[in-house]
């Protein structure tokens, strides 16, 4: 059964935000050409905007604020590999091992919700 379609506005309560990560979640992987991915496309902007209004980043490393982000969405390194395409290198990111590139930044901010300048400060390699 196909859920109807909501008209949405700016989130301006929790409840309102927890309802566009809801239908975020659904529709996440909606393909260009169907309603249902220019509603994706407008949630993450909505769910962005709320969070730059309403949130504090945490002060931690960019990897950390990844490894934040990924459990606030429900997210696995599979689903960055996914965005970035490549298992062997989210792996060596999330453990300290390589550092994010460019490409990451850009993907993994867009895919998060997370400034792309919180992604570029400086961290300690292992």
Sequence with gaps: MKKLKKDW??????????????????????EPGVSEHKEKL??????????????????VDPVELIKIRMEDFGYKPVDLAKEYGDKGT??????????????????FSRLLHIPADALIAEYELR
């Design 9 to 30: 506005f700016l989130i301006d309560t929790e409840e309102e935000y927890e309802a566009a990560l809801a239908r975020y979640q659904e529709i996440k992987y909606s």
């Design 42 to 59: 407008l949630l993450a902007h909505l769910i962005s905007d709320f969070e730059e209004r309403t949130s504090e980043l945490p002060e």
């Design 90 to 107: 989210i792996s060596k990111v999330l453990n300290y091992k390589q550092a994010l590139s460019l490409t990451m930044v850009r993907k």
